[in-house]
């Protein structure tokens, strides 16, 4: 299986900071990256797609990049509503594996 | 408007098997574009992919749990389903339905399965 790691596994910022979030796969996939976003209690909600493609009627704050085995997704001008977890997951190859997430705090 | 719904029961004794069903409106289970997937999440912890199923009836399945799982659809009822068999404690977690386009890009609510006697 593909192992995705995220770095960090939290992260405390303010409204207002920008934020960077990492993601390494163990093997080369492309680009066939994908984020998301889950608050608590809630299913994840898909953000980034291909590792770059915002995915319909997510705001452009969001953004990703990356190809290969390193990628990121950066957030910017953070607002209440972005502290959440994320996760990213590689669908290259089956299984499909997800990173263990990253806990963005106030 | 796509919607995906978990069903099931909420708790299943260890040993037995845990069948969940995902209802799909808003799109056709039969789209050539999609494929209709079954992830999970223990409580507090990652997220884990089960597996998919094409309307055709061809499935992927994770091989740490292949030996368990079966994915199928109905396309007649626009659904898919999924079944564990041998559950333990271990498998207790929320079980979410998926559209898979590129990743997992459309998700059920999720349902809590509990694994207890």
């Known amino acids: 299986d593909i192992q995705m790691t995220q770095s960090p596994s939290s992260l405390s910022a303010s409204v207002g900071d920008r934020v960077t979030i990492t993601c390494r796969a163990s093997?080369?996939?492309?680009?066939?990256l994908a984020w998301f976003q889950q608050k608590p209690g809630k299913a994840p909600k898909s953000l980034i797609y291909?590792?770059?493609s915002l995915q319909s009627g997510v705001p452009s704050k969001f953004s990703g990049s990356g190809s290969g085995t390193e990628f990121t997704l950066t957030i910017s001008t953070l607002q209440p509503e972005d502290f959440a977890t994320y996760f990213c997951?590689?669908?290259?190859?089956?299984?499909?594996?997800f990173g263990q997430g990253t806990r963005l705090e106030i | 408007q796509l919607q995906l719904q978990e069903s099931g029961p909420g708790l299943v004794k260890p040993s037995e098997t845990l069948s969940l069903t995902c209802t799909v409106s808003?799109?056709?289970?039969?789209?050539?574009?999609?494929?209709w997937g079954w992830i999970r999440q223990p409580p507090g912890k990652g997220l884990e992919w089960i597996g998919n199923?094409?309307?055709?009836?061809?499935?992927y399945y994770n091989p740490s749990l292949k030996s368990r799982v079966t994915i199928s659809v109905d396309t007649s009822k626009n659904h898919f389903s999924l079944k564990l068999s041998s559950v333990t404690a271990a498998d207790t977690a929320v079980y979410y339905c998926?559209?898979?386009?590129?990743?997992?890009?459309?998700w059920g609510q999720g349902t809590l399965v509990t694994v207890s006697s």
């Open positions: 998926a559209r898979e386009r590129y990743a997992c890009d459309d």
């Open positions: 808003g799109d056709s289970i039969s789209s050539n574009f999609h494929y």
């Open positions: 199923v094409f309307y055709t009836g061809s499935t």
């Open positions: 093997q080369d996939i492309a680009n066939h």
């Open positions: 291909a590792a770059s």
């Open positions: 997951q590689q669908y290259k190859i089956y299984p499909y594996t």
